[in-house]
């Protein structure tokens, strides 16, 4: 006998379920998603001194756009489709390299790092082509926290409300975070994990600890009131982390001192304990008093998404563990454990998410109000409306967005 | 030159042509089945006694549901949709276990064997909420023939008039094949085919002996008759199998004797002779006077389906068989042939299915004509009309049964 | 920002820019390309003599369909679909065969060569069965150049005008092509190429030559003119050839002469000069003095093209060649490396089509002019028109012909 699940709090909750699983599963929805959230909004690409020089430049994947990074002479970094003006090729067909021009090997039309057509043959005999519009199509291009961040829309949003206004919220003023120095922190390993499960899922996953007694043993260890699934979920109007339980030595897999130094401006309420953003759509940051680890998600279809995650420390902590003089793998272990519990809990929720004992969506217990938050943010992002009062009200249908 | 199929009998046959092609190869005409027919009717899911004790439970598939089938301690068997009532994670993430609840592994709702939700962390904190209501969703189980039986709909169709019935239309009465004690006998082998054809073209070889003395080498040598094209498909208005060739040993790949004996409840008209019954949408029941032969067909894709064929024997007859006592192999080697022989020929037929030489379907000999009741089935299951007047009448459009 | 590519041509240029990059994406649209293009157009499909005998038989693909291609005793080569009239399982179930008939494995149905009905089983209880009408469904065949082209459509558009007029555009007359002898010519090498991108990717790179001294040295070292991007373009009202370099030997990978004779018919005009011919919708005939290059494309997805290019030989040279008295390594490996450079290109175009940076198309310098003339084909063929007014002219929506 199937139940119907209306759309109705759990007695002693007062947040509504989960949008239909069909979100998580419909390739439309995807397309629409892609449209209105990953290619309007701010995504973070790289890091910034990843392009350690001018003519270094990498490519990236932004929503379903290959985007050109490069650190150009004159003009700082920029951005650039990587779309040949003329015929459309791939203007650069690796990862990554270092060069005075961007050269499209098909038709050889060539391109300063600052995006101009500077050559192609027989230009000369069209001499009136404006080689700023047959030039490399420009994307927006920011700067924050030693990373790159772009956004592949005409018209970007302010950086400031969306980017720094997730920061502001959680820390209540965005220079809490500065304390941490995180553009000036290197990185110590990087770890890619393709998951098979609509990103959403992973960002949901992020946004409740109600999970952590079940399935991250380590972290609830180190962080003992993550057992009660409710610890970094709670704020009280003022900057609020995660405390390391009494005889914890630092944020390792097996709760032992770290070896090596705190950030050196942390303020004491800073000290022994853990903060988690999430800036909206896709980045993850997380920290502790002597390292910060970011997430970056990719999405890639409906059902699967890429998560790059960086472990960053001081630059004399990544030059002692290169030496041998110390290691990180206490460190980096403990976070590579949580992701790779909870983006296996990921991949055992998407299968259900087409079942008809999932078609009108699942519970959130009190504890879970951050989800019903992000499900708010989805249903505006793409433009449709919720309604405001729980009990019976009907949803607006997810697929009317999803026309695109 | 195309020559176009009308809607008109082979001169001779008073059989109408197939469906189009397009019928076995569009994805949204699979969608409808799926939808209106196996997550509508009752389906044959797994071997009751493969549940050996109370909390022992498996996994299996009903049309795109993922269904868990216990033993309860109390309540008999029990079936649900293996979907958590919190966020959905899978409850059950292996194919078959025992426990003496049903444990979700993201945030540990657990239920009992009987589905009710038993206990959840802060569930002390929503006292009001209803543990049937927010426990394991039911679907509907039956047992018969030794199988369980499972419908995912609201409300199933009735039993007795479709399992039942299908057996009643080739028998006369079920009571024929109780004689052979098909729920205590017990599986000698059980073979999984992967067949790249749509499910249609499965049951239409099945339903048909005109290509026996084709591919059959072994099964006409067997059953002289089906050299013919006939035998298995006629029927008196009484009990009528096909007989075995007046040499023959018994139903063995080289028609000796098994060596082993008779079920013992055969009546004398049961004696020597092959019986086949069609149970819609999904199982075909062969039985010949030593054992018993059930395939189930699991559709995958509109050009996919698994077929699991079992082997029912006498239990004293398996157990000694594993006791080295006797040898099986030269019965199961039999149909395990006309499997492969089968299933090969359908999938020479699915790639015709995209022609446009097809377009209008194919042809139907005279011994072909269950094949023509089983699309009437088809495209009442679908909710079409199919134009009662054979010659130059068109056929309603599959299309529109597809919308779902 | 992104810069809008409008319908306009690029200054110097009074070509308009390519359709947009999603009809080389859409599935839609390619779908719209095989019915309305390959399965209503004519195809080249195999060479002639690869039929030694009769009942001799190959399959081949074309459009979505699989045919059957035959030398009968009297009736010269006939072509099938491959789709059995009963119940449709392909006929021929490998690629290549030799026969007296054609018989179904499935039921035996038994056609004649030349396509009647001869025999089936029971056929006799349906004696008025139509045996032209139940027989294979012919497609029409015509050779020329010593290929089979088949057309699969019911009513093939004109030979004459669609073939032979695009070598009567290109050459001025039919006529100069006999001259080749192509018909009695043997094949010395085919290669067969799997290429990750749309088919008119291949037909535009194949109809420029402004991409030749970025990606193809060799063949620039042979014919110098085309370092300059336009030689082939050319049409001076009269037939018109690229020159060989002075110091250049033959058309081979070194430019060192082939060691074998020219073709015995060329007229001086043909001599040291390379002629390249499109016949749309798939197919490159390339003349040299002493042999000839066809390539044929099968399109398999929007993103999937299969191209077979055979290298074609007086008998004799193949002869000494297959003696081991001669070489054709260095004139194959020419247009091989050719290919190669070519196809490169294309796949890494493939993926640019599918960015907003290309959503408008590109642009066209002006020696691109053959591709601006098909993408006029194009549209006409798809039943659609673009504007006759390049600057500012909205161009139909190509979505409206992705109906089928």
């Known amino acids: 006998m199937i139940i119907e699940h209306v759309d109705e709090p ?20 995807f397309g629409a998603e892609q449209a209105e959230i990953f290619e309007k909004m701010w995504n973070c690409a790289l890091r910034a001194d990843d392009l350690h020089s001018a003519g270094h430049w990498k490519t990236v994947t932004i929503g379903r756009e290959e985007v050109i990074v490069t650190r150009t002479r004159k003009a700082g970094i920029k951005a650039y489709f990587n779309v040949c003006a003329h015929r459309g090729m791939r203007v650069c067909t690796t990862g990554e390299g270092k060069s005075r021009t961007l050269q499209c090997g098909y038709h050889a039309w060539t391109y300063a790092l600052e995006g101009d057509l500077v050559a192609a043959p027989n230009l000369t005999s069209m001499p009136d082509v404006d080689r700023s519009r047959y030039g490399l199509q420009l994307v927006h291009v920011r700067e924050w926290l030693g990373y790159v961040w772009i956004c592949v829309a005409e018209e970007p949003p302010s950086f400031d409300d969306t980017v720094l206004g997730e920061v502001r919220t959680r820390f209540g003023q965005v220079e809490s975070i500065d304390n941490y120095g995180i553009e000036s922190l290197r990185r110590g ?5 393709d998951v098979a499960a609509n990103w959403k899922l992973i960002i949901e996953n992020f946004m409740e600890c109600y999970h952590c007694a079940t399935i991250h043993p380590e972290l609830t260890e180190v962080i003992p009131e993550f057992a009660d699934g409710l610890a970094s979920q709670r704020k009280n109007g003022e900057v609020h982390g995660s405390n390391f339980g009494e005889d914890i030595g630092g944020f390792t897999v097996d709760g032992s001192a770290s070896g090596f130094e705190e950030l050196p401006s942390l303020v004491p309420g800073q000290d022994r304990k853990y903060y988690a953003i999430t800036v909206k759509p896709h980045v993850f940051i997380n920290t502790v008093p002597d390292h910060v680890i970011i997430h970056r998600m990719v999405p890639v279809s409906e059902s699967r998404t890429v998560v790059v995650c960086d472990w960053l420390f001081l630059p004399e902590v990544v030059e002692r563990a290169d030496a041998g003089q110390l290691d990180l793998t206490t460190s980096v272990e403990l976070f590579h454990r949580v992701n790779e519990q909870d983006f296996n809990a990921c991949e055992l929720t998407q299968p259900s998410m087409s079942s008809q004992a999932y078609a009108a969506g699942g519970a959130l217990v009190p504890s879970e109000h951050h989800i019903e938050e992000f499900h708010t943010w989805w249903y505006e992002s793409l433009g449709m409306e919720r309604a405001s009062s729980p009990a019976g009200a009907a949803q607006s249908e997810p697929a009317a967005a999803a026309g695109s």
């Open 10 to 29: 759990l007695p002693g909750s007062s947040l509504r379920p989960t949008p239909p699983g069909r979100v998580y599963t419909d390739p439309s929805i």
């Open 189 to 193: 390993e990087t770890k890619t994990y």
